[in-house]
């Protein structure tokens, strides 16, 4: 390997070291060759969860430099979930399901085992439970929270008490995909469709889906 690939190397597992979230970041400064297609089309970066709690989030970024090759970014990737993997004690808690540029746009795709696997890996704030099981997780809804279905509200106390009820806490600008239909969201959630929101990109802190 010549010094100036090692040093872009280096500098990859140095920006890699906060999961995904610094891959992100990655996305918008590098440039590198189709690795392989990804079998879902998706034009903005989405954390799709199914009814058992599995999660795949698409990474969808544009950028227009070229500091990096695909395999020394793949490498980096294989490593940083390796690592990870070796931690829990099990090899595919996340794994690395495809990666591709296609027309000055980066497409990644993840693939997690469970919401813990998700947080942990990315360092963010990230739920998905009933919601007794995100009270016990340190998870209170204070906030009114509005119906998908028509606009009506709820207070925090009413949320809270739908216990058996699914909920997703978030705390990023990013497209949720749900496979149930979602019943009640925080004022900071923009609602698309039944199955689609997205916590608005001018908004902190965590953002509450309540399932039906």
């Known amino acids: 390997m010549s010094t100036g690939s090692s040093y872009n190397s280096k500098m990859l597992k140095a920006n890699m070291a906060g999961g995904i979230s610094a891959l992100i970041l990655l996305l918008f400064s590098l440039s590198f060759l189709t690795a392989c297609s990804t079998n879902k089309d998706f034009n903005e970066t989405t954390i799709s969860i199914n009814k058992k709690g599995n999660i795949e989030s698409y990474i969808y970024e544009s950028f227009d430099k ?68 995100a009270k016990k997780a340190g998870y209170s809804i204070s906030a009114a929270m509005k119906s998908i279905e028509d606009g009506s509200s709820i207070s925090g106390e009413e949320a809270l008490a739908m216990t058996d009820k699914m909920v997703i806490v978030i705390s990023e600008p990013v497209l949720v995909e749900s496979s149930s239909d979602i019943g009640y969201v925080t004022a900071n959630v923009e609602n698309l469709d039944k199955r689609h929101v997205r916590m608005s990109s001018d908004s902190s802190g965590r953002a509450y889906i309540i399932l039906e």
Not at 107 to 132: H, L, R
Request: hydrophobic residues 30%; negative net charge; aromatic residues 16%.
């Open 66 to 133: 070229g500091y990096y090759n695909v395999g020394e970014l793949q490498s980096v990737l294989d490593d940083e979930i390796a690592a990870y993997n070796e931690k829990t004690g099990e090899k595919d808690r996340v794994k690395l399901k495809s990666l591709s540029v296609e027309d000055q746009v980066a497409k990644a795709v993840f693939i997690y085992k469970s919401y813990e696997d998700y947080s942990s890996f990315n360092n963010v704030d990230f739920f998905y439970g009933t919601i007794e099981e």
